[in-house]
């Protein structure tokens, strides 16, 4: 995997994969690359937790790890990546606001700028 900052090869393919469980064809759109870049602005005390929180909800089924802090947290940025309406850059795939069908006139007009995340 190209372009991480933080994620080895296997850490992402985890991410992923545990993206995709808890939002069903979120892969699509890359959610490492944005975990990614808010793992690289985390202290590394926090970072190493979220990785072990990724990691830790990556055993067994998701049932097992449902209303523990690690799930809590390794679900929200998985919410986050997608339907913040994230796609890397250089995927084609359609965002999850036209999945959702999110098309107020101000939703329409709002040009999506992650280099804030250093994702350009």
């Not at 469980?21 to 690289?40: F, K, Q, T, W």
Request: glycine content about 6%.
């Amino acid at each position: 995997m190209v372009g991480l900052r933080v994620l080895d090869d296997d850490a992402a393919r985890m991410v992923v994969r545990v993206c995709d469980a808890i939002v069903p064809g979120s892969a699509r759109v890359r959610p490492e690359v944005y975990v990614d870049a808010l793992l690289a602005a985390m202290d590394d005390p926090t970072r190493d937790a979220a990785i072990a929180a990724f990691a830790s909800v990556s055993t067994g089924s998701l049932d097992d790890h449902a209303g523990t802090p690690d799930f809590m947290w390794v679900r929200a940025l998985a919410i986050e990546a997608f339907y913040s309406d994230f796609v890397a850059p250089g995927v084609e795939a359609r965002g999850a606001w036209e999945e959702i069908d999110f098309n107020t006139p101000l939703a329409r007009r709002l040009a999506k700028d992650w280099s804030y995340l250093g994702i350009a």
